[in-house]
T-cell receptor
Framework: AQSVTQLDSQVPVFEEAPVELRCNYS??????LFWYVQYPNQGLQLLLK??????LVKGINGFEAEFNKSQTSFHLRKPSVHISDTAEYFC???????????????FGIGTKLQVIP | KAGVTQTPRYLIKTRGQQVTLSCSPI?????VSWYQQTPGQGLQFLFE???????NKGNFPGRFSGRQFSNSRSEMNVSTLELGDSALYLC?????????????FGPGTRLLVL
């Protein structure tokens, strides 16, 4: 079974300051890792994903994440946040199987990022 | 290319009723997954359909069911509604193939059970 732990339920940060949202996962097989963002009253939008290759992944809106296999972590970072980054962020893990497509995606509980002007 | 669409966007029902939610995936996407999102439980996987077949199912009671049509559109049905079924129901579609593992989400259907 796989699981995802987002260590912080809420993260307040001042505008233009850096931010890190933490995510740890557990799985018995190789996984794919994702970060999604959800703005109020909207669905989820993909920020970035790690499938293989370079462990530093760059996404949209200036976000990046680093896959650390030894620490089973996939923390999300942004060097300078903007008011518009205020949203809820979800880390997710998938054990995409041989049959292709998604077998199952497990999401973390979410981290609410509040950017303070 | 149009995104994932879900209808209706908002729904109010009473306990004991049943409800059907609809999801139209992105053109060319054959995999459709459904999730329930609540403040207490977060995002929980309901089931996934591919080529009209349910490939995977989460830990939900049999009151939750779904189906997929030949055009990949999917419906989700909840029978005998309970207050705890109030949630945002999200649908996600993906193109099946190596390197195409990304799910794209619709805006969701917000269900309120009174």
């Amino acid at each position: 079974a796989q699981s995802v732990t987002q260590l912080d339920s809420q993260v307040p940060v001042f505008e233009e300051a850096p931010v890190e949202l933490r995510c740890n996962y557990s799985s018995s097989v190789s996984v794919y890792l994702f970060w999604y963002v959800q703005y109020p009253n909207q669905g989820l939008q993909l920020l970035l994903k790690y499938l293989s290759g370079s462990t530093l992944v760059k996404g949209i809106n200036g976000f990046e994440a680093e896959f650390n296999k030894s620490q089973t972590s996939f923390h999300l970072r942004k060097p300078s946040v903007h008011i518009s980054d205020t949203a809820e962020y979800f880390c997710a893990v998938s054990d995409w199987g041989n049959s292709g497509g998604y077998q199952k995606v497990t999401f973390g509980i979410g981290t609410k990022l509040q950017v303070i002007p | 290319k149009a995104g994932v669409t879900q209808t209706p966007r908002y729904l109010i029902k009473t306990r004991g009723q049943q409800v059907t939610l609809s999801c139209s995936p992105i053109s060319g996407h054959r995999s459709v997954s459904w999730y329930q999102q609540t403040p207490g439980q977060g995002l929980q996987f309901l089931f996934e359909y591919f080529s009209e077949t349910q490939r995977n199912k989460g830990n939900f009671p049999g009151r939750f069911s779904g189906r997929q049509f030949s055009n990949s559109r999917s419906e989700m049905n909840v029978s005998t509604l309970e207050l705890g079924d109030s949630a945002l129901y999200l649908c996600a579609s993906s193109f099946v193939g190596v390197g195409q593992e990304t799910q794209y989400f619709g805006p969701g259907t917000r269900l309120l059970v009174l």
